[in-house]
């Protein structure tokens, strides 16, 4: 009751700094609440902190911290922190889950997370998220972030501190865990005046101003051609060649193709003309997201479908997750409309011009993943290439995008070589095109997953006959495997038809046996099916956002690159969960605030735009000055829709651009200035 009343008054104070969980000299460990996970306290120099060593039997293995009693009340502050020390011998990646009443880890909280490299200090720091309408609003929906939504700060119950879904044990100790910042209070809106309609004519929110905002048609107008004054008077970086290499630098041989080469213990790519080249880019150039308008008929003012020239705006689309999900709504393209508005009827022609010139302006080299290929496809800025495979999926797999490929179904190699061939007329032989991503994200799990799937599948499953046949040829009889596993199969067709999962322990060895199987057969099948078409072009990997070791043990044997989706305040420490020289890419990241009338920052939340300009510059820096890594991809060319997109509700604000297509200055700013120099910084480290 004492230390609650001394950080609820230390909270009322503006200004200062509060420490929410204090940790004395005679503090208990054994009072903190833990999951697969020990707790110890140790000193550092003056101060206390707790050590956490975890476990890797439980997805999230970690500790819970809670006040004496009741809840923090955390009004007056705008973030929250912690110190992180990484004392395992592995890279780790903790996350911080702050929660009100009914957390979840999707609603009624916020998650943010840290990755250090072994021995690594740094501060785990979450922005605290504050609603931008204040007064009574109906109840909406379809959204990842909305305008009066927001956690309840008088009411922080505790904070969740875990590594997730570790393959080995992690340790790591935190310390200083705080309140930190003055809350300056709301901005002017809400209040009396009517909620609805919330989104102008544009897609904008109406009920906040912000420099930049479009005023109205004539203002949108003016904007595109002051914009291409100011690019005309701006050109690429000197030191560079047409492709965006570094003209001025080494050169080495020239194979008419972009290609990977260590130059001096660092990897690059290397263009066409045989220079050294770093890909800084961009997706989804010219992708324009739609949003849904069914059940929204009043939540638009001036709904510009209602003219005539907007009607190719109109569309539908597939809802995996939230309130459309397994639907598909109607759809309105505001972003598509405001490009008809700016540049006119030829809007397709002139924005992807613009794009280019951008582009070259901002010191960016590459045309990201999931970009329009009328855009890409003009030989005037390189660009990566986008495939999926297909075939049958593995029933008794999960994860969030869907399940995984059946990679012993002969309709997994049969739909990528048809895939790649579609693309043989354009990206194959195109030596603009740098290389391919295959696949995003996939549900590769932990490094028994797979292997555990394919047992939990149906019988006539591909991937389990593979597995049962390598469990034939291991043990021979039944009855030996049952001995191993502690099971009581009654014979291989039992095993066939079971779905269950063995003991994970008794198991392990021939369940990540397999897994690696998998994984290979993957990778493998991948790369065989690109070079059969398109023999020139890299293989870029499939962007893991998780991997295991074992996955990554296959990427690097058969990818010309490995591409990872990383979306933290840095990747400058990063490091292989394995031994590996090869050359690794970033093919997602992004930081986002809420200082420009958007309801959700993405997946790494920053203070407002000037922060979020630093952030780009310092993220960047940290790859260019990694020996392993040959570029980076923003995750995306324009902020998503402010009511959200179609496919998942994600309202993200994570543009070089907003929904009007206006630059973000602050940001592009920071881009440019990061690939001007980055030939020099790379070379050099400097």
């Not at 295991?548 to 969960?577: K, M």
């Not at 990241?589 to 510059?617: C, I, N, S």
Request: charge should be neutral.
């Amino acid at each position: 009751m004492v230390v609650t009343a001394l950080v609820l008054s230390l909270a009322a104070a503006p200004g200062r700094e509060t420490i929410l969980y204090p940790i004395p000299a005679g503090f208990d460990p054994a009072a903190v609440r833990a999951t697969d996970a020990r707790v110890s306290l140790v000193r550092r120099g003056s101060t206390n902190a707790l050590r956490i060593d975890t476990g890797h039997t439980q997805p999230w293995p970690g500790v819970v911290l809670a006040p004496a009693s009741g809840a923090w009340d955390l009004t007056r502050h705008t973030h929250l922190a912690l110190d992180v020390r990484n004392v395992g011998t592995s890279n780790v990646t903790v996350h911080c889950r702050v929660d009100n009443p009914g957390a979840d880890g999707i609603r009624n909280c916020i998650t943010v997370q840290i990755s250090l490299a072994p021995g690594a200090f740094g501060t785990l720091e979450a922005l605290l998220p504050r609603p931008m309408w204040f007064g009574p609003s109906p109840k909406l929906f379809g959204m990842r972030g909305y305008p009066n939504s927001g956690l309840d700060l008088t009411n922080i119950v505790q904070l969740v501190v875990f590594v997730n879904n570790p393959e080995t044990d992690r340790a790591f100790e935190i310390s200083n865990v705080r309140a930190t910042g003055t809350y300056a209070g709301p901005p002017p809106a809400g209040g009396e005046a009517p909620f609805m309609p919330f989104i102008d004519t544009f897609g904008q929110y109406i009920h906040r101003d912000w420099p930049g905002k479009v005023r109205d048609l004539q203002d949108l107008q003016n904007r595109a051609g002051s914009e291409s004054r100011s690019l005309a008077r701006t050109r690429a970086p000197r030191d560079w060649d047409r492709w965006g290499g570094w003209e001025t630098g080494p050169k080495l041989e020239a194979t008419g193709a972009f290609r990977t080469a260590k130059h001096e213990g660092k990897w690059w790519l290397v263009d066409p003309d045989g220079r050294l080249f770093w890909s800084h880019g961009v997706d989804c150039v010219g992708m324009l997201d739609a949003t849904p308008i069914e059940e929204r008929s009043d939540w638009y003012r001036d709904f510009p479908g209602d003219l005539p020239e907007m009607k190719e705006f109109f569309g539908t689309g597939y809802a995996l997750h939230g309130h459309y999900s397994g639907r598909t709504p109607r759809t309105f393209n505001f972003a598509g409309a405001n490009l008809r508005r700016k540049y006119g009827p030829d809007w397709r022609e002139a924005s992807a011009d613009t794009a280019h010139r951008r582009l070259r302006a901002w010191a960016m080299n590459t045309i990201g993943n999931w970009s329009d290929w009328r855009i890409y496809q003009q030989d005037r800025t390189p660009y990566v290439a986008t495939l999926n495979t297909g075939g049958r999926m593995i029933e008794g797999s999960e994860g969030y995008w869907g399940k995984f490929p059946d990679v012993f179904d002969r309709s997994f190699f049969m739909d990528t070589v048809a895939k790649m061939q579609a693309a043989a007329a354009g990206s194959a032989n195109d030596p603009w095109c740098i290389g391919y991503f295959v696949d995003n994200e996939m549900s590769w799990g932990d490094s028994l997953s797979l292997a555990e799937a394919a047992l939990k599948s149906p019988p006539d499953q591909p991937v389990k006959h593979a597995f049962i046949d390598d469990l034939k040829s291991a043990f021979g009889d039944i009855a030996r495997l049952n001995q191993k596993w502690g099971t009581d199969y009654a014979s291989w067709e039992a095993l066939a038809e079971s779905r269950t999962a063995p003991d994970r322990a008794r198991a392990s060895e021939e369940l990540g046996a397999f897994y690696s199987r998998v994984a290979d057969t993957y990778f493998k099948t991948v790369r065989e099916a690109i070079k059969e078409v398109a023999p020139k072009r890299l293989y870029l990997g499939c962007r893991f956002a998780v991997a295991n070791a074992r996955a990554v043990e296959a990427a690097a044997r058969h990818c010309d690159v490995v591409s990872f989706n990383i979306y933290a305040r840095s990747a400058a420490d990063y490091s292989l969960p394995i031994v590996a020289d090869v050359p690794l890419i970033i093919g997602e990241f992004h930081f986002g605030a809420l200082d420009r009338g958007m309801f959700h920052t993405g997946l790494v939340p920053v203070a407002d735009q000037k922060e979020r300009a630093a952030a780009y510059k310092a993220y960047v820096e940290g790859l260019l000055r990694h020996p392993q890594f040959v570029g980076c991809h923003w995750f995306q060319w324009q902020d998503e829709p402010t009511t959200g997109r179609v496919y998942d509700e994600e309202n993200y604000q994570i543009g070089l651009v907003d929904i009007c297509d206006t630059p973000y200055p602050e940001t592009v700013k920071a881009v440019r200035q990061v690939g001007s120099r980055m030939y020099e910084l790379r070379m050099k480290g400097r």
